[in-house]
């Protein structure tokens, strides 16, 4: 069996193998000296033990290391408990891990980095998740005389080091990039505190060079066009595209932009290609912005204004300002009155309210940017991951 992209070189088909002829249980105690590694769904091992958000759960730990297993560099790890839902992972570098874990030494037939993609890939996770058992699935264990039955195909070692190297490169590629974009999100946020006076202070900390003064304060009601939002009867709704694009909350923005999810024939409220849009239901305050005319559901808001109160708006809902502000014992809200009385800070000189905006959206674009890069990195990694492995029966 081959796959359908092959490294160059390379021919003849994959041999089908079982994990119980490629790897060994090992059983070595640890020691203090090793440092603790642990075994997640998300990034397989990992230095460090899970913390409660990576567990979600609670947990209670001893001191007591005693029981910890010593592991290196090239051995598999899983969770018994989670290895059905992907906690499974090969050693980077020698440690210890929790007894909860089981690990396993690799035979000379395989190139251990290659076995972290493989048993990483759905197909490899499916059979885990059906030779798992107990009552109910968060009880499901994935034990050894299971873990031993799971199948692979594989090449000779030297490709197996090949497609290795190239999804390792393109892994180190995808997390600088978004190393990037979680920099450049520190800087908005950054750059929102220090470009807008503080509470009670009516002048920035940073400033662009030629404007002085104080700001004012004023009332977004006073300074733009706020439009509430009213919902067609929903007889009216479509999922296919039809007159007007409807647009009834947060689910409806998309990195900061409508996206079109459902039409409508009924024309209520509208907003104009360029308006913002600002969330009044939870999350209240959400902002984006639209490319489209589109219809405003009960929702949002359409807000017609510059760049500079788009950013301030943004600002406002970082700072948690409409969470104060909203009503609602189930369903939290924020409504005209809100919206319009929302006080803002404002430069007096129209210039420097279109510097500050042009600089912030400057930021939102180069977010968006590797962002998107991103989500296109893990496509095509998806895509080699389902390509560069033969297809199992």
Partial sequence: ???????????????????????????????????ILSVSIHDGVSDGELDEEGLGKVVRRSED???????????????????????????????????????????????????????RRKESIDQINNLSYGVTDFRKRLYWDSFVKVKCYLPSVEEQKRIADTLENLDRYILLNQRQCDDLRELKKYMLQKMFPKDGEKV?????????????QRKLGEICLVTMGQSPDGSTYSETPSDYILVQGNADLKDGWVSPRIWTTQKTKTAEAGDMIMSVRAPAGAMGKTSYNVVLGRGVAGIKGNEFIYQSLIKMDVDGYWKKLAAGSTFESINSDVVNGAELLVPQDKAEQNRIGEYLASLDSLITHHQRRHDTLLEFKAYLLQNMFPKED
């Avoid at 560099?73 to 059905?84: I, K």
């Avoid at 920035?204 to 004012?216: L, Y």
């Fill in 1 to 35: 069996m081959e796959p359908n992209i092959r490294v160059k070189g390379f021919d003849g088909d994959w041999e089908e193998r079982s994990l119980g002829e490629i790897y060994t249980e090992r059983n070595e105690r640890g020691n203090d000296s090793l440092q």
């Fill in 65 to 119: 290391k005693s029981t910890y297993k010593h592991v290196y560099e090239g051995d598999l790890v899983f969770n018994m408990m989670r290895a059905w839902q992907g906690a499974i992972g090969v050693v980077k570098t020698e440690g210890m891990i929790s007894p909860a874990y089981i690990s396993a030494i690799p035979n000379a037939s395989i190139y251990p980095p290659f076995m972290d993609y493989v048993l």
């Fill in 204 to 216: 920035p900390e940073i400033r662009f060079s030629g404007f002085e003064g104080e700001w004012e």
